[in-house]
């Protein structure tokens, strides 16, 4: 009897302890928002919200800000909805459906394999509900500021419709280039727009169909992102150089020059009023915004990587009295300018506490003196921050360790929340566990940075996890993060951790958020994939902690994590006994410069490197067990990069698992399908590491 009364005690210990509380299914049920839009004018708000699939508009408006649906599509067909604006009155809200904005190319997405392919539409419906309009194939609107019609994007060229859908577009642009980057005039009555012409592009004007476009100082240059002034008067835009020029070293690092232009519209009469430093680090920024170009009543504004971090700098129209608006080693990201041009809020990771280099707060300053404030501050994640047509109140998308994101009121550093009822009841936010700020050293003596995840159970010798994110620019966080593609991956970690996985997410270098140094460094990519030295020393840290099976430490990632996965698999099997590739680069030769008419002097030496960086490169050491998955409309990562290495397998007779996905792309449309993958992940780690001893 004592027996039986022991191994009852036991069996309910190991229920309590080993038992799981929630699913992937319910981990993945959150809606998550995109698209945070303001109105013009008064105190509106939009955003879209993927509610398992099913992708809706919703809205809110002052006082009470209760969030309230206004469309109703109920499929989980991998519509995504893009192109968010409210019009100048408030009444409409103009959206896109179709497309995966997230791929090198946006065009019709069909991931429920519908014998004829869905398109890329522009929709309206009223602020308060109703009818929703089809104003006509097409992407990209932007709403005019006196008027209620649209101007987008189809084919390359530029349409004008009604807001209404009352009468059909018209072409108003259709000419030589490809037509972008337009923006209306402050009294709605023109238009500036980008016309790539492959090697250059130009600035134009358009008034009406019946006059010729107004190219602005045209050149040999590429001219970029135009910005009125606020009296319509001038524009002031980017110019970069055009395409050309001998051939350059491949594995040397060069300065991308940049400049900013004014040009008085009146006069015709333009000039360069700054030139980026000729350094690396005054190179064009490649950050979220890229320039970040801003008219602010007097002042310009753009950002800037000239002191080793993405900052915001103000000038005066003329280009002197340039000031460094942000100081400080943190970044800069989501600006936004607020309607009376007076303040700029931004998201950034600086903040009272050492874990806030892996969070993101919201901050302001004016855009004429260095006078940041935090509007944000605590153990939370906010990002996407947006003003108030009125000036009066400031939003953001907001997310803890626990609770996913959702839109919010920033008010005095206090968050209140919009649309919480929208998480749904059984999804298992008590079951969090809070992940922990944690650095270690790369071989060559960097440092690296993770999140650790601790189940909460207290066994020993736990399998562990290494989580590579994509990119590569990017920054997991010590919470929800405000990217679709990596709230999955989160959602994923929260999961394994429940299952018994120890998870220790890798932010290696080439990632935001630690400075120029980190995130540009020398030899990485097929260069040389001076990188994955960080997810080594992720796993031999792992394998360095008392409570981890060193013989169970296994490997996942997506995109240029898959890379990096496929790298470990390849040259470290000994250390990951497990891996799940998922789109991942690996094939690194390529033809460095296709367009070149001689051969760049370090080609030889290039293609070497491209070589020992490749994954394929590592077959014949590639011991580990590992899963393949790829979706075969990728438009970011080729599905011959998965073809390529499942046959390099075959012909080894090498056993590999693989999950191949028909006619869904890089970023999981369906909903059905981001779960399938992870549901396929968590068993594969599950089976090759937990109950595989």
Same mark, same amino acid.
């Given at each position: 009897?004592?027996?039986?009364?022991?191994?009852?005690?036991?069996?309910?210990?190991?229920?309590?302890?080993?038992?799981?509380? #929630?699913?992937?299914?319910?981990?993945?049920?959150?809606?998550?928002?995109?698209?945070?839009?303001?109105?013009?004018?008064? *105190?509106?708000?939009?955003?879209?919200?993927?509610?398992?699939?099913?992708?809706?508009?919703?809205?809110?408006?002052?006082?009470?800000?209760?969030?309230?649906?206004?469309?109703?599509?109920?499929?989980?067909?991998?519509?995504?909805?893009?192109?968010?604006?409210?019009?100048? +009155?408030?009444?409409?809200?103009?959206?896109?459906?179709?497309?995966?904005?997230?791929?090198?190319?946006?065009?019709?997405?069909?991931?429920?394999?519908?014998?004829?392919?869905?398109?890329?539409?522009?929709?309206?419906?009223?602020?308060?509900?109703?009818?929703?309009?089809?104003?006509?194939?097409?992407?990209?609107?932007?709403?005019?500021?006196?008027?209620?019609?649209?101007?987008?994007?189809?084919?390359?060229?530029?349409?004008?419709?009604?807001?209404?859908?009352?009468?059909?577009?018209?072409?108003?642009?259709?000419?030589?280039?490809?037509?972008?980057?337009?923006?209306?005039? /402050?009294?709605?009555?023109?238009?500036?727009?980008?016309?790539?012409?492959?090697?250059?592009?130009?600035?134009?004007?358009?008034?009406?169909?019946?006059?010729?476009?107004?190219?602005?100082?045209?050149?040999?240059?590429?001219?970029?992102?135009?910005?009125?002034?606020? +009296?319509?008067?001038?524009?002031?835009?980017?110019?970069?150089?055009?395409?050309?020029?001998?051939?350059?070293?491949?594995?040397?690092?060069?300065?991308?020059?940049?400049?900013?232009?004014?040009?008085?519209?009146?006069?015709?009469?333009?000039?360069?009023?700054?030139?980026?430093?000729?350094?690396?680090?005054?190179?064009?920024?490649?950050?979220?915004?890229?320039?970040?170009?801003?008219?602010?009543?007097?002042?310009?504004?753009?950002?800037?990587?000239?002191?080793?971090?993405?900052?915001?700098?103000?000038?005066?129209?003329?280009?002197?009295?340039?000031?460094?608006?942000? /100081?400080?080693?943190?970044?800069?990201?989501?600006?936004?300018?607020?309607?009376?041009?007076?303040?700029?809020?931004?998201?950034?990771?600086?903040?009272? *506490?050492?874990?806030?280099?892996?969070?993101?707060?919201?901050?302001?300053?004016?855009?004429?003196?260095?006078?940041?404030?935090?509007?944000?501050?605590?153990?939370?994640?906010?990002? &996407?921050?947006?003003?108030?047509? +009125?000036?009066?109140?400031?939003?953001?998308?907001?997310?803890?360790?626990?609770?996913?994101?959702?839109?919010?009121?920033?008010?005095?550093?206090?968050?209140?929340?919009?649309?919480?009822?929208?998480? /749904?009841?059984?999804?298992?936010?008590?079951?969090?566990?809070?992940?922990?700020?944690?650095?270690?050293?790369?071989?060559?003596?960097?440092?690296?940075?993770?999140?650790?995840?601790?189940?909460?159970?207290?066994?020993?010798?736990?399998?562990?996890?290494?989580?590579?994110?994509?990119?590569?620019?990017?920054?997991?966080?010590?919470?929800?993060?405000?990217?679709?593609?990596?709230? @999955?991956?989160?959602?994923?970690?929260? &999961?394994?951790?429940?299952?018994?996985?120890?998870?220790?997410?890798?932010?290696?270098?080439?990632?935001?958020?630690?400075?120029? +140094? #980190?995130?540009?460094? @020398?030899?990485?990519?097929?260069?040389?994939?001076?990188?994955?030295?960080?997810?080594?020393?992720?796993?031999?840290?792992?394998?360095?902690?008392?409570?981890?099976?060193?013989?169970?430490?296994?490997?996942?990632?997506?995109? &240029?994590?898959?890379?990096?996965?496929?790298?470990?698999?390849?040259?470290?099997?000994?250390?990951?006994?497990?891996?799940?590739?998922?789109?991942?680069?690996?094939?690194?030769?390529?033809?460095?410069?296709?367009?070149?008419?001689? /051969?760049?002097?370090?080609?030889?030496?290039?293609?070497?490197?491209?070589?020992?960086?490749?994954?394929?490169?590592? @077959?014949?050491?590639?011991?580990?067990?590992?899963? $393949?998955?790829?979706?075969?409309?990728?438009?970011?990562?080729?599905?011959?990069?998965?073809?390529?290495?499942?046959?390099?397998?075959?012909?080894?007779?090498?056993? #590999?698992?693989? $999950?191949?996905?028909?006619?869904?792309?890089?970023?999981?449309?369906?909903f059905s399908n981001g779960l399938k993958v992870s549901e396929a992940t968590a068993d594969f780690l599950k089976r090759k590491l937990i109950e595989k001893k």
């Amino acid at each position: 009897m004592k027996k039986i009364t022991l191994v009852f005690v036991l069996m309910v210990l190991y229920v309590q302890i080993y038992a799981q509380k #929630f699913n992937l299914k319910s981990v993945l049920s959150y809606p998550f928002p995109s698209q945070l839009v303001t109105a013009p004018a008064g *105190s509106k708000i939009a955003w879209a919200a993927n509610e398992q699939g099913k992708r809706n508009i919703y809205v809110a408006e002052a006082p009470n800000y209760e969030a309230m649906k206004i469309t109703s599509f109920d499929e989980d067909d991998g519509q995504e909805l893009s192109g968010l604006a409210i019009s100048s +009155d408030g009444k409409w809200v103009v959206f896109v459906r179709g497309g995966d904005h997230g791929g090198r190319d946006g065009g019709p997405v069909n991931a429920s394999s519908f014998p004829i392919m869905p398109k890329v539409e522009i929709y309206s419906v009223p602020f308060t509900g109703g009818k929703i309009n089809l104003i006509s194939e097409g992407d990209n609107p932007v709403i005019s500021p006196s008027e209620n019609q649209i101007v987008f994007s189809k084919a390359s060229q530029l349409l004008l419709a009604p807001i209404d859908a009352s009468a059909p577009a018209k072409v108003i642009i259709n000419m030589k280039g490809i037509q972008s980057g337009y923006k209306w005039s /402050p009294d709605g009555k023109m238009i500036a727009f980008v016309s790539n012409r492959t090697d250059h592009s130009f600035i134009g004007i358009y008034s009406d169909v019946k006059t010729p476009i107004r190219w602005i100082q045209p050149s040999f240059s590429k001219d970029a992102t135009p910005v009125w002034s606020p +009296d319509g008067t001038k524009l002031v835009f980017v110019r970069t150089p055009g395409n050309g020029n001998a051939v350059d070293s491949i594995l040397t690092k060069k300065h991308q020059p940049w400049a900013i232009c004014v040009v008085d519209l009146n006069t015709g009469q333009g000039k360069q009023i700054w030139k980026a430093p000729e350094t690396v680090m005054g190179s064009y920024p490649s950050i979220d915004g890229g320039a970040n170009l801003f008219w602010a009543n007097d002042k310009i504004i753009t950002a800037s990587y000239e002191d080793g971090w993405p900052h915001l700098y103000s000038m005066n129209i003329d280009g002197t009295n340039r000031i460094l608006l942000t /100081p400080g080693n943190f970044v800069v990201e989501n600006v936004k300018l607020s309607n009376d041009r007076k303040t700029i809020v931004f998201a950034s990771n600086t903040g009272n *506490s050492k874990d806030d280099l892996d969070r993101r707060h919201i901050y302001k300053v004016s855009v004429d003196k260095p006078d940041m404030k935090a509007l944000s501050t605590g153990s939370g994640i906010e990002s &996407y921050p947006v003003v108030s047509g +009125d000036g009066n109140t400031i939003f953001c998308l907001s997310s803890t360790a626990e609770r996913p994101l959702l839109p919010a009121v920033l008010n005095n550093t206090k968050i209140s929340l919009i649309g919480e009822k929208l998480i /749904p009841k059984d999804f298992p936010i008590r079951n969090m566990v809070i992940p922990k700020h944690v650095s270690f050293k790369a071989a060559d003596g960097k440092t690296v940075y993770g999140q650790l995840f601790l189940p909460k159970n207290n066994a020993e010798k736990r399998p562990a996890i290494v989580y590579v994110h994509g990119g590569p620019q990017r920054q997991m966080f010590l919470g929800w993060n405000p990217m679709d593609y990596y709230s @999955i991956d989160y959602a994923l970690n929260q &999961y394994l951790a429940e299952l018994g996985f120890t998870v220790l997410s890798v932010n290696y270098r080439l990632g935001l958020g630690y400075g120029f +140094d #980190f995130h540009k460094p @020398i030899n990485a990519g097929a260069q040389g994939a001076s990188e994955y030295q960080d997810i080594k020393a992720a796993g031999e840290w792992l394998a360095a902690q008392p409570d981890i099976d060193n013989k169970r430490i296994g490997i996942y990632g997506g995109s &240029y994590g898959g890379y990096l996965v496929a790298l470990a698999l390849g040259k470290d099997s000994k250390l990951f006994a497990a891996g799940v590739d998922i789109h991942g680069v690996n094939n690194r030769f390529s033809n460095n410069n296709p367009d070149a008419k001689e /051969p760049a002097p370090d080609a030889v030496l290039a293609a070497k490197k491209a070589i020992e960086s490749s994954p394929v490169t590592y @077959i014949k050491t590639w011991t580990s067990p590992t899963l $393949l998955i790829h979706a075969d409309d990728d438009r970011n990562v080729a599905f011959n990069q998965s073809v390529d290495l499942a046959k390099r397998f075959e012909d080894k007779k090498f056993e #590999f698992e693989f $999950l191949a996905i028909p006619d869904d792309t890089h970023h999981w449309m369906k909903f059905s399908n981001g779960l399938k993958v992870s549901e396929a992940t968590a068993d594969f780690l599950k089976r090759k590491l937990i109950e595989k001893k």
